[in-house]
Structures are given as C-alpha cells and as structure tokens.
C-alpha cells in the first residue's frame, strides 16, 4: 500500500541512507562519521556495545535527536527528521530499550496516544487484540501499565511501534470516526512502518517468543518493511540479519554479513578483542540456605501474580537459575524471599534453617541475604542521591552504634566500587540518575556481591549491560559461588542461566516447576516449561506441540 | 523564540541562585504593585527591606518573628523530605501554647527559674500530642495526613478559644477572653534589657544545628530521606515507613510545639485567642524557600519575618492594607517555584524551529 508516487520516483533508492552522521555530545562523540545503508525489505543488524553511539544514531534517524554534521536520505531523497511524530509520518517507528509508557494509563490508551487522533479508543483496543494475536505478542489491552512487568511492557512498545509508524495517508485522516473501513481501513493489517526501529526486542521473551517474533519480522520484512535491530546477542543477529553494522566508540568498525561471521569474529568487530570465556567448575554444595515450602500466596494487585505452592532448595556453593517469561510471579517471589513483601506463611520461608518468612529485609540482609532488585532506579538506588549515599541503602558498615554516619568512610566505600566494577561515573558524588543503566547495575551487583553475601538473590544481573561488563558480573558470580555462597539468578535469558547455572527451575503461573540438573536441560525443554508444562512429561511430541499452540 | 531545554545534570548554581532571582524578581514585581497603589516605590520597599533591619533594635524585632518560622520550617522540612505532609503546625504550635500556657499558670511566688525549662518542654509534648493523632490516624486508618494535619489546626483553634473564654478566662479581666499574665517568674529569659528577643533564638540556631546533623549525619535522617524520595527503594532496603511517619510527625510536632512555648511564655505573656497568628502556615513557605535545608530555612525566615514587619509598617506609615504582608510571601513563593524551573532546564533562543522540512519523502 505504498503510494505509487513514492515507489515510482527513486525504484533502486535505498530506504535509507545514512552519510557521515556526526554528534558531539559535551563529554563524549556519540558518532562520528557513520554512514549506512538499509535496502527495502532488509533485516539490518546495529551491533555495539553499551555506549558505542548505538542509541544515539537510532535517535537521530527517528528525529529525536539532531544530528551535526551528515545527511539523512530517505527513499534516495535528503531529509531532516525534525521530530518523532514526523518520522512516524515518514513511515519510521522505533521501539526503545528505555519503555515510554504512562503508568496510570491503560496499554490501550498507551498505544491511542501515539497515534493519529483519528481513531477511537475502542478501534485501537481492537486493532490491539488482533495485532497481538497476528505476532504472538500477548497483550491485555486494558490492563493499567503499572500493574504490567517489564516483559509485558515491552510487549505493549511493539505493538504500539507496529501501529504508529504508518506512513501518512491523507485520505485515512479524513475518514470518519465510525466503524473501520471495509477494505485495509486506517489501521489495517497492511500499514506496517517503511522501516522499524527495534532496540534489544528479545530481552524478555521465551525461545518460543523468540523464533516467534523472527518469523514477524520476516514477514513484515517480506512485505517491504525495513528493519533496523539493535542487539548485542549474536546468535540472534546470525540467525535473523541480512546485513549488520557494527559500531565501536562512535565508529563504524565494520559492515559485513552476519550469516558468514562467526560469535568470535564479531566480538573482535564489537569490543576489540573476544570476550572472556567463564570458568564453570563443578560445584561442591554445603548445607542448605535458602528453602521454600509450600508456599502459596494471594497476589496484592488485581494484576499481580498469584505464588501456589512453590518449593524450592537452594545450597551454598550452587547457582540455581529461574528461568521463566516475566509476569509469571518471579516479581512476587522475589519480594516475598527479600522481604519486602512481609506477608508469607510463618515456616514458609527458611534461611540457613531459621524461619524468616515474616522478618524484616534489613533482619535477613543481617542474616547474610543479600538481594539485587531488577529495578535498579528507584529501587535498587534512589535515583537523586550520590552513589556514595546510595551504599548506605544495604551497606552499613560506615553507621556506628549510635547512628552516626562516617562520610569518609561512605565516600571511599563507593569509590572502591567504582574502581573495582569499573563503573563509568563522574566519582562517588555523582548522583545514581546520571549512571547509564548498565554501569548503575554494575555498581549495585558490585555493592551487594561486596557485602560477602552468605545468600545472594539477583533479578536480571546483566539486562541492558554491555558484552564486557556482562561477562564480568557473571564471572563475579561464580566466583561468589565457588567461594561457597548460594545463589539464586532469576533472568529472562536463557543463555546466561545456561552458563551460570548448577540447576535450573522454570516459574509460570505463579508455579515453580521442579528442578533440573543443568546438564539434563535443553532450551526446547525449558522453553516448553515456560507454558507451565513440566506435568505433562509422558506426552508425545505431537501433543506437546498440539498444547503449545 | 525562547525554548526550554532540559539540562543534561541539574544545575549546582541555579540550585543556590534560584532564591536569589525570585527575591530580585519580588523586588521589581513590588515596585509594580507600589506604583499601581499609587505610592512612592522607594518607600515601599524601605518598609520592606530597609527599615527591618536598619538598627539592632530592628534586629531584635526580627529576630523575634524568625525565630518561631526556623523552629517550626526546621520540623517541617523533615517531614517534606520524609514524603510526609503535614500542613497543620499551626495546630501544634497553639496546642504547645496551651500546654506551656497552663504550666506557666501554675507558677507562684515560690517558683524557681527552672519553671521555664518545663514549660518548653510542654509546649513541645503537646505539639506531638496534636501530631501524634494526624500519625495515628494515618498509621491505624490510612487518613490523609495533609486533610487531618489541616482540619486538626480548626479544632486546636477551638480548643483554644473553649480555654479563653471558658475555664482559663481571668477572673480580674474585665471579661476579656484571655487568661492571667503569667508571673514574671516564667518569662523566657531576654539576651538583652529593653529588646525582646529572648533565649529563643539561641535555641533556634542550636536547632539549626542538630537538624543538619539529623539529615546529613545520621542513619535515622538517612532513612527518612530515602522513604521521601524513593518509597521503593525504602522498602528494599528495609526502612519501616510507619516508623518513618511517625518519626517525622512527632518531630514536627514537637518543634511547632516549642515554638508555641517560647511565643506563650515570651512576647505574649498570656493566652488570648490571638495566639495563631500565622507562623505554622508562613513556615510551609519558609521551610520549601530555605531548600528544606536547615541554613537556608534560617535565610529565609529572616526574609519572612522582613515581610511581616514591612507589611505593619508600610500599614501605619503608608497607609496600605496589611495584607501586602501576604502578597510578597505569595509573589515570593511563586517566582522560587518558577525560578527553580531553571535548575533542571536551561533557557535557549531557537532560531528558526528546524520543522516541517521532511516534505522530500512525500
């Protein structure tokens, strides 16, 4: 449904051209020189590290960032995009790694904003359900944001991005405001962006999602739609790209066809050098930390998730992972076994063989349990304060008996961190919302992992972290494990609970499937128990696949 | 054309000169207010910002109005940085008049000095009590502490009148609602002969003091701060918000209620129903003025107590409505707001908006 005008005026033109794209930043050249090219139809990768300028050039193509220097072509013609809302017109949308949702509002009126205001609510509420049905992005239209997890957020961002990035056709904006258009209408199946902007879509879906989205986005890509992904996971680029830049402190360091590259020639295209591979010693377990009995919880918020009967054990000197989509009751969960949800049975939740289930987080931090939320802003820090205050939420070795506060002390124990976790940070005063996001985990995994935990819970350890600082946390919580402290990693990549774990369970709804040595867990079977499965072990195959779809 | 733009980092300098813009800003918006009234602008604002601290005789006078305002900011501003909105220290600041009041009445010819020291103490008892029912029914019933902490200052108010004109009234009054003059025995104790600035200010720049060491110093004020600014993050780390609440309160409370001792038992003497005279409700300004910061509250209360005896002044020299009082802490409180705007955005002249140029695609 392009307009003939367009199609007819540049046939060969790219759908887009980047030319020596430059923006200095005050402390840094986010780009320098970067040029591009993306072909109608093409599925082309952006591969950088955290920091290399990849954000910064996605901005800029979709107008919310201007550039300094360089030239935009789109459809071979120069242009300026001076706003998001233009390149929307344009026929660009993007889906950002930060969600831009208003958490009073429902995911529908979400998506009703960021669109033309021709429609009602009620069309995009249905237009929604059908989107989401067409790509498998499960999405409850009226559900209010604040009660949807990070996955589900992320969710709402795609189908938002694959509505509003319709390319402007005067004749829909007259139409009027009653029932849809019989054939195509404003918001039809057709009227896909020209060119998708995705920012790490996949962080948060199961394998199944996963291959779920790549078969979208092959369609869309069939019917014309370009699409620019933004990843930092190689397999994935391998599998999915056609084409894939690659960035590096602002440069371009190279342009190649991710489908002949190997995971180490891309590395060394991406950071230089290829990244460390982790050292996974057999464990040696010691006595039980953590055990969880039977525990069954009603969920505090209509849309929570509800905990049933969830028994699990963990012990010291073993990483057990906890794999799972998010908004299957991991949030719950975690907050019942750090305690910020007081509300478990008396005997449910045991550390180290005492009874906490109703103790206080600051009471089971004493006891040695250490834990690292998966919101780091807000949460994990508060986001106004220094660094060096921002210690003194689980660090206390710096209060004296009487509640005085050693400022020196506060301020070297932060610096410590920085250096030791090689935070990027203008010192200990820099307060915790100038920190990008990978290097603010970087800090809190480091605050708690320096705490000598006896017991470490850790939500999402590497989300959003770069190739190189992710490796580092990992390889520091190994080191935490072999130095006999228990570990429980709740993530949604199942890459990282592979190389991390001893054994593995699966939470879906609201349930903890039983344990699996690692060595006996593929990604078909815990993807599989992702849907709640784990029951049903006896089936054929043809059944498992008959209850899946 | 003028565009704001967001600051990459919330300026250091702003953050200091924001008060210093809104005062310049009220000066000039005052010049405007005088010459529509028709009045020699100078002299207005000799009223205001002049004559109130031309002599040490003046300072005195300032001193004692600012006092009260540090003393209960200094409260306040705990509770605002705690996310704990108490709006009626006027309340406690009559109900600490009252308690010091009926000590004070209690005095006789054998009383010694230290009747003083216990009648501060319940001043300051009785402004946590009227805190302490604002924290309870916030605690046990989840009541908005902002309604309940401004409804309880009507009901103080009440209560004080139900005194005057009721058991407290002085027999040897003529049948005015107000209570004996306390013996000169309970009379906070003045700095100097003549002037009526008392130990109070003493106590208000020791409060100073210990309320910067509360917030920045201890792990108590540490905690508090954090349950303001991030409830989550409170909760993570395990600090109890019911402590947190009533700790703010009672805090607050108990400092508006000594601001309602050392004014019962200092420059008034007596219990009338005048006792309220504003300060509970000038301090919400004061304290959000001084940056919520114990130095800067004691700045800012200063100005305060200028535009108050500015506003008598320009009424009996004049001859303008007191209410001009009101009017520049107003004028003051809302160029701040607007000034502060600039500490997390700058001020850019856009040349031409570089819009509506993507026509090419089209």
């Keep these: 449904m392009r307009s003939p005008d367009e199609a007819q005026r540049n046939p060969g033109a790219p759908r887009l051209e980047l030319q020596g794209i430059s923006k200095q930043y005050p402390a840094v050249k986010a780009n320098d020189q970067v040029s591009l090219i993306v072909r109608a139809g093409e599925i082309h990768a952006v591969l950088g590290e955290n920091g290399a300028g990849k954000s910064t050039l996605m901005k800029i193509i979709y107008g919310a960032v201007k550039p300094d220097a360089g030239r935009i072509l789109w459809n071979g013609a120069p242009v300026q995009v001076a706003s998001p809302a233009q390149a929307r017109v344009l026929g ?249 949800d007081p509300r478990a049975p008396t005997g449910s939740v045991r550390l180290f063989g005492q009874d906490v289930a109703r103790a206080s987080p600051r009471s089971r931090r004493k006891r040695g349990l250490h834990f690292v939320p998966e919101e780091r802003l807000g949460r994990g820090a508060v986001p106004t304060l220094s660094l060096a205050q921002n210690t003194l939420l689980t660090r206390t070795e710096a209060v004296n008996r009487w509640g005085w506060i050693d400022t020196a002390r506060v301020e070297r124990l932060a610096q410590d961190l920085i250096a030791r976790f090689k935070v990027r940070a203008g010192g200990a005063g820099a307060a915790a919302k100038s920190l990008s996001g990978g290097n603010l985990q970087k800090f809190i995994v480091g605050r708690e992992i320096e705490a000598g935990p006896k017991l470490l819970i850790i939500s999402q350890p590497t989300w959003g972290v770069d190739v190189g600082a992710a490796a580092q946390i990992r390889a520091e919580l190994l080191k935490l494990r072999d130095g006999g402290c228990a570990i429980l990693v709740v993530s949604e990549e199942l890459d990282e609970l592979f190389e991390l774990s001893d054994r593995l369970v699966v939470m879906a709804q609201g349930r903890v499937s039983p344990s699996l040595p690692i060595a006996e867990a593929t990604i078909e079977k815990i993807g599989e128990w992702m849907s709640g499965l784990w029951d049903q072990k006896d089936k054929t195959a043809g059944e498992r696949e008959h209850a899946e779809a | 054309m003028l565009k704001l733009e967001v600051r990459p980092q919330p300026s250091k300098l702003m953050a200091v000169a924001s008060p210093l813009l809104a005062l310049a800003l009220t000066v000039l918006l005052g010049i405007g207010l005088f010459m529509l009234l028709g009045k020699d602008p100078l002299r207005g604002l000799q009223m205001f910002f002049w004559e109130p601290i031309k002599s040490a005789y003046a300072w005195s006078e300032l001193g004692v109005k600012a006092t009260p305002l540090v003393l209960i900011a200094l409260g306040l501003a705990v509770c605002f940085r705690s996310n704990v909105w108490n709006i009626g220290a ?238 520049f802490q107003g004028l003051l409180l809302f160029t701040l707001l607007a000034c502060d705007t600039l500490i997390h955005y700058r001020l850019r002249w856009a040349t031409r908006p570089a819009a509506v140029t993507a026509t090419g695609a089209t």
Excluded at chain 2, 193 to 217: E, P, T
Aim: hydrophobic residues 45%; neutral net charge.
């Design chain 1, 92 to 340: 660009i949308s993007m889906v950002y790694q930060h969600f831009s949702l208003f958490d009073t509002l429902t995911a529908a009126q979400n998506v009703w904003l960021g669109l033309d205001k021709s429609f009602t609510l009620a069309q995009v509420t249905t237009r929604i359900t059908e989107v989401a049905a067409e790509y498998g992005l499960e999405v409850d239209p009226l559900r209010p944001i604040h009660t949807l997890s990070v996955g589900e957020r992320q969710r709402v961002e795609i189908v938002r991005a694959l509505l509003s990035g319709t390319p402007g056709r005067p004749k829909a904006r007259s139409h009027p405001l009653g029932g849809r258009a019989p054939q195509g209408g404003d918001l039809g199946a057709s009227s896909h962006p020209q060119l998708l902007i995705l920012d790490e879509p996949t962080s948060v879906l199961t394998p199944q999602a996963v291959e779920k989205l790549f078969v979208t986005l092959r369609v869309l890509a069939d019917k014309g739609c370009s699409i620019l992904y933004i990843s930092h996971k190689l397999d994935e680029i391998r599998a999915l790209c056609q084409r894939c830049t690659v960035l590096r402190a602002g440069q371009v360091t190279g342009e190649v066809d991710p489908r002949q590259e190997s995971n180490a020639s891309l590395s060394r295209l991406m950071i230089g050098a290829e990244p460390p591979q982790l050292q996974h010693v057999q464990a040696h377990t010691g006595a039980v930390a953590l055990e969880v009995q039977s525990l069954s919880l009603v969920k505090q918020s209509p849309f929570g998730t509800s905990l049933s009967g969830i028994s699990l054990q963990l012990r010291a000197g073993e990483i057990l992972g906890v794999a799972g989509v998010s908004g299957n009751g991991q949030q719950e969960l975690m907050a019942v076994l750090s305690g910020e």
């Design chain 2, 90 to 327: 006027e309340g406690q600041f009559v109900v600490g008049a009252c308690c010091a009041g009926w000590v004070a009445m209690q005095a006789d010819a054998e009383s010694s000095r230290l009747i003083v020291v216990w009648i501060l103490l319940a001043g300051a008892l009785g402004g946590m009590a009227w805190a302490g029912i604002t924290a309870l029914l916030r605690d046990r019933f989840n009541a908005n502490e902002i309604l309940v902490s401004l409804m309880l200052v009507y009901v103080a108010e009440m209560l004080l009148g139900y005194l005057v004109y009721g058991p407290w009234k002085d027999p040897k009054g003529y049948n005015f609602p107000q209570t004996i003059t306390f013996l000169a025995v309970t009379k906070i104790p003045r700095l100097f002969d003549g002037w009526r600035v008392n130990i109070g200010v003493l106590i208000a720049l020791a409060s100073v003091l210990l309320f910067w060491v509360l917030l920045f110093r201890t792990y108590m004020g540490f905690q508090l701060q954090v349950g303001g600014l991030a409830p989550a993050a409170a909760r993570y780390a395990g600090f109890s918000s019911r402590r947190a609440l009533w700790t703010a309160l009672l805090l607050s409370g108990g400092m508006a209620g000594l601001a309602g001792g050392l004014e019962a038992a200092g420059p008034l003497g007596q219990l009338t129903p005048y006792v309220p005279a504003g300060y509970g409700f000038a301090a919400i300004i004061v304290a959000f003025v001084g940056r919520l910061h114990p130095v800067g509250i004691v700045f800012s209360a200063i100005l305060m107590s200028m535009f108050y005896i500015g506003g008598e002044l320009a009424q009996s020299r004049l001859g303008l409505p007191k209410s001009l009082t009101g009017v």
